[in-house]
Nanobody, 115 residues
Framework: QVQLVESGGGLVQPGGSLKLSCVAS????????MGWYRQAPGKQRELVAV???????NYVDSVKGRFTISRDNDKNTVYLQMNSLKPEDTAVYFC?????????WGQGTQVTVSS
């Protein structure tokens, strides 16, 4: 059974940094394009960063230059390094496949950016 477990969220001041982790219980993890999504209160879930199986990355414009997605295939883990955080980055962050077809969602990890 596929399980995605996100961690690393918390409360941080504007301009601060956080690093999120997601451990995926997926066979052949290295073959999947993986992504980080976020859902702010009252808004739809959005895909903010993708790392393809071959390592290429893409970001939504609002996080370009501030967020970095990476993966460790030996640990079945995908990371999201978030720098220069803004209040508008406040959301629950989830990881999943970076495609329209996704696995069952995990619980996510709350990121709150506030002074």
């Amino acid at each position: 059974q596929v399980q995605l477990v996100e961690s690393g969220g918390g409360l941080v001041q504007p301009g601060g940094s956080l690093k999120l982790s997601c451990v995926a219980s997926i066979d052949m993890f290295s073959f999947y394009h993986m992504g980080w999504y976020r859902q702010a209160p009252g808004k739809q879930r959005e895909l903010v960063a993708v790392i393809r199986a071959e390592g290429l990355t893409n970001y939504v414009d609002s996080v370009k230059g501030r967020f970095t997605i990476s993966r460790d295939n030996d640990k079945n883990t995908v990371y999201l390094q978030m720098n220069s955080l803004k209040p508008e980055d406040t959301a629950v962050y989830f990881c999943n496949r970076g495609t329209t077809e996704v696995f069952p969602w995990g619980q996510g990890t709350q990121v709150t950016v506030s002074s």
